[in-house]
C-alpha cells in the first residue's frame, strides 16, 4: 500500500468537484435516482453504485464540517458551517433516501443481486422504511444541532494550575501524581468546575429526551429505547440480551476488580480509599509517560504497528502523510477522541487530546485500529457495506489495545514500566466493562422513564452505579459528584445507546488477545479476515470469522474474567 500518495477514485455520477453549499446543488441527483428506469441487473448494479457514490461524498463533506469544528469549537464559522449542513442539507436527504429504499426493495431484480453479499444490507434498508416517519425529521433535525452543544460546553472548560489555565484533560492526568494533597485539589478543582456546567448540562438532557421520546412515539414505538434498537439496526441480539449482560458484568467483573481496589488500599497504607486515590501508583512512582510530544506518539505508534504487521504500520504512515491525525489537547478543542471514516478517499481522520498519558497511549492504538479497519475496507463494492455496526467497528479497536500490548516495549525501555503498563490496562479493561454496563443500563432506565425529574434522574444514576461500583471507595461528602458522574459521557448526550457495543466488543477483543497469545500469526489472519468483511455478514458471523465468539452469558463473561486474571497475575 503506497503510504504518500492516494486520490478519491474518479467520480462516475457526481462531478469530480463540488461545493455543497445549497441543497439545490445536489438534489437533482436524488432526482434522477428516484426518477430513473430500472430494467435489468446490470441497470440496477449501477443504480446502487451511483447511490453508493452520492451517500460517500455527502457523509465525507459532513465528515469534514464536523471534524474542523471538533478541532476548534470556538470557531464559529466551523459551527455553523456544520450546523449548515445538518440544518439545510440532512432534512432534505431524509425524504429522498426513504423513495430510494422504497425503490429498492420494489424492484424485480432484487432477488437476483448476490444474496451473500447484500442480504445483510438489505435487511437495513427495510428496517429504514418500517420506522421512517416524515414528522421525525426536524426533530432529528434538531436533535442532531443539540446534541453537539455537549461538546461545546464540556470543551470550553477549564482549570487554573500554578498559573496556568489547563484543559480537563491534561488535570486529569495530574491524578496520577504521588502527592496526595495534590491529587485532592486537582480532583476538586475539576469537580468544581464540572459543578458550574451540571445545571446547563441536565436542561441539555432533559429536552434531548423529551425529544427523542416523542421521536419515538411518532415511529409507533413505546419508548425511545425500541425505536433506538431498530434504528442501529440491532438484529442479532435483543434487550434481554444487554440485560443479561449487565447482570454477567456484575457478578463476574466486579469481584475482580473489587479485589483489585482492595489490594490498591493496601498498598497505599490508607484508611480511606478516596476517588482522587485511583489512579496513583501504588509503589509510588510517577506517573507512566510513553512519550513527549505527539510526533512521538505518532511515530512510536508507527513503530509498534510494525511490530504486528506492516500494513499496520503502513495505515498510519498514510494518515500522517495526509495529515488526517490530530492529537494535541487544546482549549477550545472538543474533549475525546474517535476514528472518523471518509468513504469516499477511504483513509479516516484520527482525532484524540494528548496530553503525554498512558491512556493516550491506549486511545492512539484504539483508534489506530479503527483507522486499519477503515482502510481494509475501503475498496468494498458500496458505501454500506463500509458501514459497520458498532459491535463490530468496537472489535477492531479494542482488540488492537490488547494485541498491540506485546510491543510496547517501543514505548517502555524500562522493564518494570512495561509490567506497570500492561498491569493498568488490563485493570482498566476490567473497570471499563464495569462503567460501560452501568451506562447502559441507565440508559434503559432513562428512557424507560421519560417524564423524570432531574432530581430522579440523579437518584437513577446512584442506583445503578453503586451496582457496579466498589463499595471499598469513600465518597462521603462529595455524593453529588458521584450523582452527577453520568454527565462525563458523551455518547449519553451525543449517540444514546451507541455504548454496550465497547462491552461486547471488549469481551471480544479479550477472546482475540487470548487467541494472539497462543497463536499470532492465526489470530491476525483471523482478526483481519473478519475486519475484511465490512458489514456483508451478521455479527455472529463475523465474530466467528475472528475465531471468536459473539457471547455475553455469565458462564462466557467468567471463562474470559479468569483469563484476564491469570494474565495479571503472571504480570505480577
Known sequence: METTKITKPLRTFLPQEITI???AKIEKYFIDLKDRSIHSVADLKKWLHDRSELEAVLSEDMAWRYIK???DTTNEELTKSFTFFVEEIEPNIAPFSNELNKKLVASPFLNRLDENLFNVYLRGVRKALEIYREENIPLLTQLATESQKYGAITGAMTVEWNGEKITMQKAASLLKDTDRKIREEIFMLIQNRREEEKDKLNDLFSELVKVRHQVAINA??????????????RFDYTVDDCLNFHQSIAKEILPLAEATTIERKKALKLDTLRPWDMDVDTEGRPALHPFNKSEELINKSIECFEGIRPLYANVLRLMKSMGHIDLDSRIGKAPGGYNYPLYEIGVPFIFMNSVGAHRDLVTMVHEGGHAIHSVVTKDLEITDFKSFPSEVAELASMSMELISMEHWDIFFKNEDDLKRAKKEQLEDALKTLLWIA???KFQHWIYGNPK????????GWENVINQFNSKVVDWSGIENVKSRSWQNQLHIFEVPFYYIEYGFAQLGAIAVWR???RNPEKALNDYEAALRLGYTKTIPEIYRTAGIDFNFSQSYVRELAEFVKSELEKIG
Not at 409507533?220 to 439496526?233: H, I, Q, S, V, W
Not at 423524570?452 to 437518584?459: F, G, I, N, Y
Open 515 to 517: 487467541n494472539y497469545k
Open 220 to 233: 409507533g414505538f413505546k419508548n425511545f429505547r425500541d425505536y433506538k434498537f431498530a434504528e442501529l439496526g
Open 69 to 71: 469544528m471538533t478541532c
Open 438 to 440: 452501568a451506562v447502559d
Open 21 to 23: 453549499d445549497s441543497w
Open 452 to 459: 423524570h425529574s432531574v432530581e430522579e434522574r440523579m437518584k
